[in-house]
Every structure is written in structure tokens, then in C-alpha cells.
């Protein structure tokens, strides 16, 4: 299994542009997780879905902030317009009987 | 609510010392506990689990046991080595939550350095 995939691995963005960054979870797990990583904060849930559906949002920091997963295969974190306080590396976890797989995370710089 | 409190970093030990990390939790059910690490530049990977009172998970010469007396879950192994330097998660599911079925509560995470 190729395990959670992420994309892209690393983006530098200028203010206000819009960021979206991509999840794969891994084949047959109900629930993926989007998590936000900094320094000051630590390890922050932000959103996750059980079977596509979204269960808890209360992590969004803000309304710029936006997440989808269309159907198993793919999620999608949208930040728009994006400041620099969003700069952080976004993980997307995906998991089945509570053990949680996690990607290799996209380190996002907001200029 | 749910929680898990950790010891704060950093820890820095010498190659082949004892290492132990604080790990104590809050929780209304009956949790299930995990360790994860996260070395640098990569995601979390769960390191061990234990899913009731007693249990020891173990992974990599690293030891936990599920202590229900005393809400603890604290990491040991015998003999660090460098390749050991990483962050290290102490997290708990509650599964008999309805509202939160599946999802973890992370301590904040402790950094551990192992020096040659």
C-alpha cells in the first residue's frame, strides 16, 4: 500500500492567493483527518470526516479556511485568501479501528 | 473532556541511557492509548498501542503499559540510541463516545535528542 498521499509536498504562496492542498487516504479507512503542525501551537486537529461525511469543523480557525472529500479517494484543505499566519505544515491523516496513518504533510509558506 | 498530558521537552540523553516519557490522561470512557513518533521532516507513525487496563504494547524495544490506577501510559525503552531523536505522542481514543468515535487526543509532544 502506498499509504496516505499528499500533495503538493511544499508551496510558497504570496498573501491573499488561494492555497489548496490534496489528500489520498489509504484504501478502505472511514475517517481522514486534516491536522495543522507549528512550532507555537503544536499538532492541531482542524476537520475530519467518517465516510465523506464531515463530523466535526470546530478546529477550522477561520472562515477562509475550507475542506471537501467528493467521494473516498480524495480530500481537499482550500485556504482562501491566505496570510502568512497560515504558514505551517498541514498533515492529512486517514484511519480504520481508531489507528491513524498519516502522509508526509505539505509544508505551506504564505508570503 | 478527553485528554492526555505529557512531560515537556526537550529530553537529551546520552547513547544507551534509560529513557522514560511521561504519560497521563483524562477520559470518561475506557480509552484506548497509542504512542506515535514523528521524525524529522515526516508524518506521525504509531509507535505502540495498548486497549485496556494492563495491557503492554511494545514496538522497536519501546514499552508502555495501560495503568487504569494511576490514568498512565508512560513510555520507556533501555537503551537509547541516535536514531531514537525524534518527537514522541502520547494520544487516546475514547471509543465509546458517539460524538467523537474516532478520532485522537494528542499530548502536546516531547522532543527527544540522543547524543552519541
Known amino acids: 500500500d502506498a499509504g496516505v498521499i499528499q500533495s503538493p509536498r511544499h508551496e510558497v504562496t504570496e498573501m491573499g492567493q488561494e492555497v489548496t492542498l490534496r489528500c489520498k487516504p489509504i484504501?478502505?479507512?472511514?475517517?481522514l483527518f486534516w491536522y495543522r503542525q507549528t512550532m507555537m501551537r503544536g499538532l492541531e486537529l482542524l476537520i475530519y470526516?467518517?465516510?465523506?461525511?464531515?463530523?466535526?469543523d470546530s478546529g477550522m480557525p477561520e472562515d477562509r479556511f475550507s475542506a471537501k472529500m467528493p467521494n473516498a479517494s480524495f480530500s481537499t484543505l482550500k485556504i482562501q485568501p491566505s496570510e502568512p499566519r497560515d504558514s505551517a505544515v498541514y498533515f492529512c491523516?486517514?484511519?480504520?479501528?481508531?489507528?491513524?496513518?498519516f502522509g508526509p504533510g505539505t509544508r505551506l509558506t504564505v508570503t | 473532556g478527553d485528554s492526555v498530558t505529557q512531560m515537556e521537552g526537550p529530553v537529551t540523553l546520552s547513547e544507551e541511557a534509560f529513557l522514560t516519557i511521561n504519560c497521563t490522561y483524562t477520559?470518561?470512557?475506557?480509552?484506548?492509548l497509542f504512542w506515535y513518533v514523528q521524525y524529522p521532516g515526516e508524518g506521525l507513525q504509531l509507535l505502540l498501542k495498548?486497549?485496556?487496563?494492563?495491557d503492554k504494547g511494545s514496538n522497536k524495544g519501546f514499552e508502555a503499559t495501560y495503568r487504569k490506577e494511576t490514568t498512565s501510559f508512560h513510555l520507556e525503552k533501555g537503551s537509547v540510541q541516535v536514531s531514537d531523536s525524534a518527537v514522541y505522542f502520547c494520544?487516546?481514543?475514547?471509543?465509546?463516545?458517539?460524538?467523537?468515535?474516532?478520532?485522537?487526543?494528542f499530548g502536546r509532544g516531547t522532543q527527544l535528542t540522543v547524543w552519541p
Open positions: 477520559a470518561t470512557g475506557y480509552p484506548s
Open positions: 494520544a487516546l481514543s475514547d471509543q465509546n463516545r458517539g460524538s467523537t468515535l474516532g478520532r485522537l487526543y
Open positions: 491523516a486517514s484511519s480504520i479501528n481508531y489507528e491513524q496513518y
Open positions: 470526516f467518517n465516510n465523506n461525511v464531515p463530523i466535526d
Open positions: 495498548a486497549t485496556k487496563a494492563d
Open positions: 484504501s478502505g479507512h472511514d475517517y
